[in-house]
């Protein structure tokens, strides 16, 4: 019993002593070297306690006095290998780069209240729904302005004016007016041409309709100043000639509302008073009328109008009325589109008929997104205004023969679409049944001072085939080229030639926006050959042929600020001397400039 006592003291009292100084005692990190030198210490074998240091700081900070605590000792053989001594490395502070704000302000804290809930079910469909419309951002208020101002002028006396003014931004009411102003003078005696407009404007937007008009008048003044300026006529006083017009519109639509099986309709009426230094006057007035019911993929409308009037002269006074109704069907689906109709005609007056012609149109999707086929057959009575031909024609004498044309049928076919992005087209080809086609002719005697044109009209059905091409390419948002091509071969019943219509017209142009300042912008008009004819005799006559020709015409717009602008116009830039009609040449190369203001 003594000895298991004498062993259990032991036993404690090795625990007591020696077990705190293992627990002291640091393990050594292990370094990595490319040697490692071993310091041999003395093996002390003794019975006698031994006093060994360890090798863990056992160091007491007490204050600024260090007090070293004893290491416990120990009566056990060791053996300690160093081998380097501990050097404790301590990290750099992480520096935090950022500047503190000084500012003195408090945090927004709402307050939460749970009273009033949001009561909406949540959505959790995945699929593929509709893009909400993105709203177009607001511009600037500095850079708008309500009205607008420009004035300049130029060689060959030229003057030119515009001015408009507007309401301003009104997402409901819109109403304001505009006056313009050109007059220039030829090298040629009396070559002088101006005209003037004046117009007010309105439109007002409700909740289901929209209702729009205007009030226009137009004043346009020349000379006849047409001679064979190889052969001058002795005694020609240019007579002076002109126009004056007075033209009224209101419209009433109802708006588009994207809705199921919807009803649209529009109605439109115009009118305008004519009148020319010769007394000659016409009055007109055309009133038309759109209805259209959607149901389903089908839409069926009628279009129908009434168009009365009636042109005065010395020596006639003629009455001309047209009443046309358009009933159709339209198909739509999404490569295709048909419509399917018929136009009845029915003219009255001083000369009355009735005829019924097709209207039909289809449009096919060949390349799904590209390109579109598409045809077309039509007809109709096209009425022959005395205003409408003075508008090409400002030469014209008195007592204009007035009569209308008959187009039998119009076919058309081609393609149309966008070749690249950017790049819009539409090509057709085109044939036509005219009877009564209007032709300008002159009725020239020199030696009784007559220098104009009179209207005929070939005496039985012609033939016009031919094709049209159109082109836009928009290459980007400073640079947009458009141009148009027209051919015509004309086939007559009773005239040897289509007298002063060209077989090829071409028309194109550009708008270039090299920074915010300057824009520049281009046209150019080429024409083919025409021929005209003068009699020689009773029945023999002589043709004239107008040569083709080119016309090329610029400007330059450059911002000065936000409101002013300064810009320079040439017009005839080749120079070319040519005739748009027989002894009717057009001004030479001509150019102005001037300011134009926004306020």
């Known amino acids: 019993m003594k000895l298991k006592y004498i062993f259990t003291v032991l036993l404690f009292g090795l625990l007591f002593f020696v077990f705190p100084g293992f627990a002291q005692q640091k393990p050594a990190q292990k370094k990595t070297t490319t040697s490692t030198k071993k310091i041999p210490v ?62 003195d302000r408090q945090d927004f804290k709402p307050s939460f209240s749970y009273t009033n809930l949001l009561d909406k079910r949540l959505d959790n469909n995945t699929g593929i729904r509709p893009l909400d419309a993105m709203q177009i951002p607001k511009t600037a208020n500095d850079t708008l302005y309500n009205n607008y101002a420009k004035a300049g002028i130029g060689n060959l006396n030229t003057t030119f004016g515009e001015l408009y003014l507007n309401n301003g931004r009104d997402q409901a009411l819109q109403y304001g007016g505009f006056a313009k102003h050109f007059s220039q003078q030829g090298n040629l005696p009396k070559q002088k041409a101006s005209r003037q407009e004046l117009g007010v404007f309105g439109k007002s937007v409700g909740e289901n309709n929209s209702v729009s008009g205007h009030i226009n008048y137009t004043r346009r003044n020349n000379y006849f100043y047409g001679f064979d300026q190889d052969n001058p006529p002795t005694n020609l006083i240019p007579g002076k000639q002109h126009f004056n017009t007075i033209e009224g519109e209101a419209e009433i639509a109802k708006n588009y509302k994207d809705v199921e099986n919807d009803f649209v309709y529009a109605a439109k009426i115009n009118g305008y008073i004519f009148n020319n230094a010769y007394k000659a006057k016409e009055n007109n007035i055309l009133i038309s009328v759109s209805l259209n019911q959607t149901i389903k993929q089908f839409y069926a409308g009628l279009n129908a109008s009434l168009d009365a009037g009636s042109t005065k002269d010395s020596l006639y006074n003629v009455s001309n009325n047209i009443l046309r109704a358009n009933p159709y069907l339209k198909l ?67 007592n204009i023969d007035i009569r209308n044309s008959i187009n039998r049928l119009t076919i058309s076919a081609g393609l149309k679409g966008t070749i690249a992005p950017g790049l819009g087209f539409k090509a057709a080809f085109i044939r036509q049944s005219i009877t009564g086609l209007p032709l300008f002719v002159n009725n020239f005697n020199f030696s009784r001072g007559q220098n104009k044109f009179i209207v005929i009209y ?96 610029g400007g330059v717009d450059y911002k000065v600020s936000k409101r002013i602008s300064v810009f320079v116009q040439a017009n005839n830039l080749l120079s070319n001397k040519y005739q748009t009609y027989l002894y009717y040449p057009a001004n030479g190369f001509n150019i102005f400039g001037g300011l134009s203001v926004g306020f």
């Open 42 to 103: 003395k093996t002390v074998t003794s019975t006698k306690k031994s006093t060994v240091k360890t090798v863990s700081d056992t160091t007491k900070k007490t204050g600024n006095k260090t007090a070293k605590q004893p290491a416990p000792q120990q009566s056990l053989n060791e053996e300690i290998v160093v081998t380097s001594a501990y050097k404790p490395v301590l990290a750099d502070a992480v520096k935090i780069r950022r500047n503190p704000n000084l500012d």
């Open 332 to 398: 739509q689906g999404e490569n295709y589109k048909i419509d399917a109709g018929v136009n009845l005609v029915s003219e009255f007056g001083s000369k009355s008929s009735l005829r019924l012609f097709p209207a039909a149109k289809i449009e096919f999707q060949v390349i799904p997104k590209y390109v579109r086929i598409f045809g077309e057959l039509r007809g109709d009575i096209d009425k022959t205004l005395l205003r409408n031909l003075t508008e090409s024609n400002p030469f014209l004498d008195q």
């Open 458 to 553: 070939d005496g039985g059905k012609s033939t016009v085939t031919g094709f049209n091409g159109d082109l836009d390419f928009k290459a980007s948002e400073t640079l947009d080229i458009f141009g148009k091509l027209e051919y015509r071969k004309y086939s007559l019943a009773t005239e040897a030639e289509a007298w002063n219509l060209p077989t090829t017209k071409f028309t194109a142009g550009t708008n270039i926006h090299l920074n915010k300042k300057i824009n520049i912008n281009g046209s150019l008009l080429i024409r083919g050959e025409t021929n005209d004819r003068i009699f020689t005799s009773a029945t023999a006559f002589q043709v004239f042929s107008l040569p083709a020709f080119a016309d090329l015409s």
